[in-house]
C-alpha cells in the first residue's frame, strides 16, 4: 500500500466524531510554530515609533520593513516549497524555524536598519515554506470531515499571535527594549522547535501516524456538483488551478486591504485616541477577537463554507469602515467606543478569512494541497507587500486615509465573494 493511500485510509477509519486528545496536541504545536513566525512577521507594528527612533529612520521606512519582508516571502515561496518537496514536511519545518531563530537574534544584534533588514529577510526566505505546509500537515492528522476545523486551529495560534505576541511584545518592548524583546521571541521559537521534534515523532494509533501526516499531502475532498458562479471542488490528484488562482487573487486584494491599516496600526490608535498608551489594550483586543473569529469559524466553514466568507468579508468591511468613521471630529469618549469596537469586528473578520480562503485552497488542491498552498502563500505575501507600501504612501497624507482605503478594497472583496462565490460548496 502507497503511503497516500495509507494516509487515507487510515484518515478513513479514524473516529468521525472528535479529534482525539493526542492529535489536539499535535495540531496545538503546529500552531505554536504558526505564533512565532506570525508574531516576528508583525514583530514592528506595535515598536514602529521604538525602533525607527533607535536606528534614526522615519515610521514609514520601518513599515517598509514588513512590506520588503512580504516581498521576498512572495518571490521565494514557491521555489522553496518545491525544494522542500525533497524532504519530509517535518524536516522542512523544523529547518523553517531554525532560520527564524538567526533571524530573530540578528534582529536583536542590529546596529542598523540595513542589519534589521537582513534579519527580515532570513526569516522570509523560509516563511512560505512553513505556511505551506503547515495547514495541509494539519490537515493529515484528521479525518477528511474535520480539515476545516483543524486548520482554524492552526490558525489560532496566528490569532494567539495578536492576543499575546504582537502587544506582548509592545508591552515588553516597553520595559526591556525592542532589541531585548527579539531575544526573548527567539527563546520562545526554540521552545517551539523542541516541541516540535515532539509532536512529528511517529505514533500509531486508531488514526493517522504523525510520521506520515508529516510526509503526505493533505486528504483530498470528493467531486461536487458546484451552483451557479462556484468553483467545482477538485478530482482526485487534480488541482483545480483555475479556481486557485482566483481565489487567491481575491485574498492578495483582502490582505492589501488589511495590512494597509494594520502595517501602521500604532500611529492610527494613538491619532485617533491621543494616548499611545491604548495600542497595547486595542493589539490585545484585535488578538481575543481574533481568536472568537477563528474558533467560530471552525465548524461554519465545515459545514457551509460559502456563508462563512460572505459573512467573514461583510464583517471586514464593517470593522474597516468603523475604523474610518473613528477619524471623524467627536467627544474623546465616542472616539474610543467607535475605534474599540472597529478592531474586535476587523480582528475577529480577518483572522477568521485566513482559515476560510486555506481550507477552500486545499479543497480546490486535491492531491497537490502543498503546492497550491505555495501559490495561496505568495499572494497573501503579495497582499501584505502591497498595502504596506501603499499604507507607506498614504500616510504622508493622513493616517486617516488608510482605513478609507481599506474600506474601498474591502468592499470590492465582498462584492466578488457574494456575486462569483470563488469559495467552494461542499457536496
Known sequence: MSRTAETAESASTAAPGRIDAPTATRLAVLAGAAFVYVTFEVFPVGLITDIAADLHVTA??????????????????????????????????????????????????????????????????????????????????????????????????????????????????????????????????????????????????????????????APAAEPAPAPVHAPALAEEGRVNWPAVLTLCGVAVVLVTAHFLSYTYFALIVTEVTGDSGAVVVLLAAFGVAGAAGTFLIGRHNDRAPQRAATVTMAAFAAGVGLLALAFVPAPRAVQYAVIAVAVAVWGGAFAAAGPVFQTAVMRLAAGDADRASSVYVTGFQIGIAAGSALGATLLGRSAAWLPAVSLVLAAVVLAVVFVRRPVPALS
Open 60 to 217: 514609514g521606512q520601518v513599515g517598509l520593513l514588513i512590506s520588503g519582508y512580504a516581498v521576498v516571502a512572495a518571490v521565494v515561496t514557491v521555489p522553496t516549497v518545491a525544494l522542500a518537496a525533497r524532504v519530509s514536511r517535518g524536516t522542512a519545518l523544523m529547518v523553517s524555524l531554525g532560520v527564524l531563530v538567526v533571524a530573530e537574534v540578528l534582529a536583536a544584534a542590529s546596529t542598523g536598519f540595513a542589519m534589521m533588514a537582513v534579519s527580515r529577510v532570513a526569516a522570509a526566505l523560509t516563511h512560505g515554506v512553513l505556511w505551506s505546509l503547515i495547514a495541509p500537515a494539519a490537515a493529515a492528522l484528521v479525518p477528511r470531515e474535520h480539515v476545516g476545523t483543524a486548520t482554524a486551529a492552526v490558525f489560532g495560534g496566528a490569532s494567539l499571535a495578536a492576543i499575546v505576541g504582537s502587544p506582548g511584545t509592545t508591552l515588553i518592548g516597553g520595559l526591556i527594549g525592542w532589541r531585548a524583546t527579539a531575544l526573548v521571541l527567539a527563546a520562545a521559537t526554540v521552545a517551539v522547535t523542541y516541541a516540535l521534534t515532539w509532536a512529528l515523532r511517529p505514533r500509531r494509533s486508531g488514526s493517522v501516524r504523525t510520521e506520515e501526516a508529516a510526509d503526505a499531502p
